[in-house]
């Protein structure tokens, strides 16, 4: 099976700007998170999707929104960036099905996003 | 809200020593603790997890111990090698939100030939 995968890999945005992000799950999986990975906070959960909906949220402001396709690709939207939204930002995908199956969450190669 | 705190921030053994790494959580609810490797530049990846109704689960060299009654879990790693090197994130979350993974800090492992 192919991996997770993220589109870009690397990108560079002014302040102000909005950024989309883009995640294919692996064949199968119906549930996407979003993850903000900086040096000082490591690693931060920011929502997750399943079967289109956001599932669970975690402490980012507004300016953070994501949704899911019916096919469970992920995009994740950061509008009016600032330079602390620097970070790598990686998704992961799970099965997530319930008490007894699996969580095991695999993870994608990241976006790295700067913001001058 | 939910919280996992980990301890150490960054550890060196030497070749062949064990390397334990702690973390205590917040929310009692939780009742999954995934363990994740993060080597130099790639993704994280699952190493070996443990849930509630265990108290310790062992995989070759890792083992993973979880105490629910004091929140605390730990990881256990022997006979270490050079390819342990790597960051170590312990993670807590439960069964009803299992995809909202609150991870620890981060353990940063070196280990001295």
């Known amino acids: 099976k192919a991996g997770v995968t993220q589109t870009p890999r690397y990108l560079i945005k002014t302040r102000g700007q909005q950024v989309t992000l883009s995640c294919s799950p692996i064949s199968g999986h119906r549930s996407v998170s979003w993850y903000q990975q900086t040096p000082g906070q490591g690693l931060q959960f920011l929502f997750e999707y399943f079967s289109e909906t956001q599932r669970n949220k975690g402490n980012f402001p507004g300016r953070f929104s994501g949704r899911q396709f019916s096919n469970s690709r992920s995009e994740m939207n950061v509008s009016t960036l600032e330079l602390g939204d620097s970070a790598l930002y990686l998704c992961?995908?799970?099965?997530?099905?319930?008490?007894?199956?699996?969580?095991?969450?695999?993870f994608g190669p990241g976006t790295r996003l700067t913001v001058t | 809200g939910e919280n996992v705190e980990q301890h150490p921030s960054t550890l060196s053994v030497q070749e062949g020593d064990s390397a334990v790494i702690k973390c205590t959580y917040s929310d009692s609810a939780s009742n999954y603790f995934p363990w994740y490797k993060q080597e130099l530049g790639k993704r994280p990846q699952l190493i070996i997890d443990?849930?509630?109704?265990?108290g310790e689960k062992k995989d070759q060299r890792i083992a993973v111990t979880l105490n629910k009654t004091a929140k605390h879990f730990s990881l256990h790693i022997t006979e270490t090698q050079p390819e342990d090197s790597a960051v170590y994130f312990c993670a807590a979350t439960s069964y009803s939100s299992a995809s909202k993974i609150i991870f620890g800090s981060g353990t940063r492992l070196s280990i001295r030939p």
């Open positions: 992961a995908s799970s099965l997530a099905v319930g008490t007894g199956g699996s969580y095991e969450q695999y």
């Open positions: 443990i849930r509630s109704n265990v």
